[in-house]
């Protein structure tokens, strides 16, 4: 079992950066693949990063590439996701979410899910 709490998020400017946490509870952290969806207003939740078990590994959708970092610190239990150049249409509630092994980017894969963080970018 594990349990996820996001924390960051905020109002910024477009142009702008914020970074998101999610602090995981347990011991068996470094055993989970963790990712970062998000989910806009009349929208379907979508796939923003991944990061394997070590860290070793992530995965962006398109949108964000080059412009958002996942990371991990896994003596922390702490999932990141920095944000730069931050444009109105990132504007969504973001979720962190947990799954063994292998980290993927569709929701439905994901056994643990955080209460999410809100970001909103004003033009």
């Known amino acids: 079992q594990v349990q996820l709490v996001e924390s960051g998020g905020g109002l910024v400017q477009a142009g702008g950066s914020l970074r998101l946490s999610c602090a995981a509870s347990?011991?068996?952290?470094?055993?989970?693949?963790m990712a970062w969806f998000r989910q806009a207003p009349g929208k379907e939740r979508e796939f923003v990063a991944a990061?394997?078990?070590?860290?070793?590994?992530?995965y962006y959708a398109d949108s964000v590439k080059g412009r958002f970092t996942i990371s991990r610190d896994n003596a922390k239990n702490t999932v990141y996701l920095h944000m730069d150049s931050l444009q109105p249409e990132d504007t969504a509630v973001y979720y962190c979410?947990?799954?063994?092994?292998?980290?993927?980017?569709?929701?439905?894969?994901?056994?643990?899910w955080g209460q999410g963080t809100q970001v909103t970018v004003s033009s």
């Open positions: 990061i394997s078990r070590s860290g070793g590994t992530t």
């Open positions: 347990g011991r068996t952290f470094s055993s989970y693949a």
């Open positions: 979410a947990a799954r063994p092994l292998i980290a993927l980017n569709t929701p439905g894969q994901y056994d643990y």
